[in-house]
């Protein structure tokens, strides 16, 4: 386990990079209707994985030396990227948002159970709470959004639990890789890698060259690209460095709230007290996590 102090420490570079997730879907529906769907993920994680690793070779950061390394990457890239990607955007074509809000909350979740058996992570009561109320309030949120049994399709049940699912090894991998690779260069080659499959899906499927170089894409493609992919990957590499996975996936509920908050803020979306309720349960669990806790000396 990681000591108290540096998790506490680390807080907001972990609400910073949340906040970095959360600012993805203004900046997708910005330039969504300028370029094929796949084809504009497949540049989004191109560029991000380009700029990371130029400023590796700029900095003279190491290259991985093992070849489980490389796996680890590649692994890495396949699930976060590719699938994650790919999937949440297929999703979105089948089930309701409301559904798809609840299903992928379930990442967190997952990623504490996988933490358990792979990497020894327990969870700690504030950080079990803290999941708990997030769920809970992505529940109550994704209710008030007509979520009802016409909206499950089999099909886009499984684009989304592969999400979960490859979001959630991605996360066990960069924990394993932590400390023994540099952030750059791993974040850059996974997004690299998963840039490749999306790649082949987008040439396979879609007309690449079906895209509209506005300024509305041009904004919309560098901030995906430079700040919601490259600075995030690398900001919570270098978060994971340093605290426990668990302790800071819990804070992934943050992300739809804040995407709630900055629909409400730029796109004029209507926030009612169901939505203020469930957003408030999600705020609660974080302030929660903030609490010191005890420990047991062996986690120190």
């Known amino acids: 386990m990681i000591s108290v102090n540096k998790n506490k420490s680390y807080k907001w570079a972990i609400v910073t990079v949340m906040f970095l997730w959360a600012i993805c879907y203004p900046l997708i529906v910005l330039g969504l209707d300028n370029a094929p769907h796949i084809t504009f993920a497949a540049l989004r ?49 089948f089930v309701s ?3 798809a809000t609840v299903l992928t909350s379930l990442q967190p979740m997952l990623t ?4 358990f058996l792979f990497i020894k992570e327990s969870m700690q009561t504030n950080e079990t709470i ?30 989304l639990i592969l999400t979960i699912v ?70 919570w590499f ?18 739809p709230a804040l995407g709630i908050l900055m629909g409400l803020t730029f796109f004029k979306e209507v926030f009612d007290v169901q939505k203020a309720i469930g957003v408030a349960l999600i705020f609660i669990g974080i302030v929660i996590i903030y609490l010191p806790i005890r420990r047991k000396p062996h986690d120190i």
């Open 45 to 93: 994680a191109l560029l991000a994985g380009l700029t990371l690793l130029i400023i590796a070779i700029i900095l003279g950061r190491p290259q991985p030396k093992k070849l489980i390394q490389w796996l680890y990457i590649a692994g890495i890239g396949i699930g976060a990227t590719s699938i994650g990607f790919y999937g949440m955007f297929h999703a979105s074509e």
């Open 97 to 99: 948002p409301g559904l």
């Open 112 to 115: 504490a159970v996988l933490a």
């Open 130 to 159: 803290a999941i708990i109320l997030g769920f809970i309030g992505m529940l109550i949120i994704a209710t008030n959004q007509n979520t009802d049994s016409s909206s499950i399709n089999p099909l886009g049940l499984t684009y």
């Open 166 to 235: 490859g979001l959630s090894i991605s996360n066990i991998l960069i924990k394993k890789i932590t400390g023994k690779v540099d952030a750059l260069v791993a974040m850059g080659w996974q997004l690299i890698f998963g840039a490749l499959v999306l790649w082949v899906i987008a040439l396979t499927t879609e007309n690449p060259t079906e895209i509209n170089w506005n300024k509305h894409f041009i904004i919309s493609l560098l901030g995906l690209s430079i700040f919601g992919t490259a600075l995030a990957y690398w900001l």
């Open 238 to 255: 270098k978060v994971l460095e340093n605290v426990d996975l668990v302790y800071a996936n819990s804070f992934s509920f943050l992300v």
